[in-house]
């Protein structure tokens, strides 16, 4: 993934693009040079643009069905969160894997009668 940020778009926008960078909001630009929104550790894909507004669907929407879903608008900055609910961990959360591991021979008994 690419940090450039997507400055696209005629210079009116570019109040409304701060406006969504200060919310902690990026719009990168994906390893298929298409825009992704990132916003609190997950990941966005531009599903449809309507004017000035762009809605988003979670990039996880496709392989487990989340239906998180963000609109923008590119001549506000307005940030619509139409639906917020995770179905996923975040793209920073550490995967934890439980490995069983056998008991060492050494950690027998001591009581004689074992």
Request: hydrophobic residues 25%.
């Amino acid at each position: 993934e690419s940090s450039f940020v997507d400055t696209s778009g005629d210079q009116g926008n570019t109040e409304a693009q701060d406006i969504i960078r200060k919310r902690g909001i990026m719009i990168v630009k994906g390893t298929k040079g298409k825009p992704k929104l990132l916003m609190g550790g997950y990941e966005y894909y531009r599903n449809n643009s309507r004017g000035s507004k762009t809605y988003w669907l979670c990039a996880r929407n496709r392989y487990m069905r989340c239906a998180a879903r963000i609109i923008t608008c590119s001549v506000t900055g307005e940030l619509i969160i139409k639906n917020q609910q995770h179905n996923h961990d975040t793209l920073n959360q550490p995967k934890t894997e439980i490995k069983e591991k056998p008991l060492s021979s050494s950690l027998k008994s001591k009581d004689p009668e074992h």
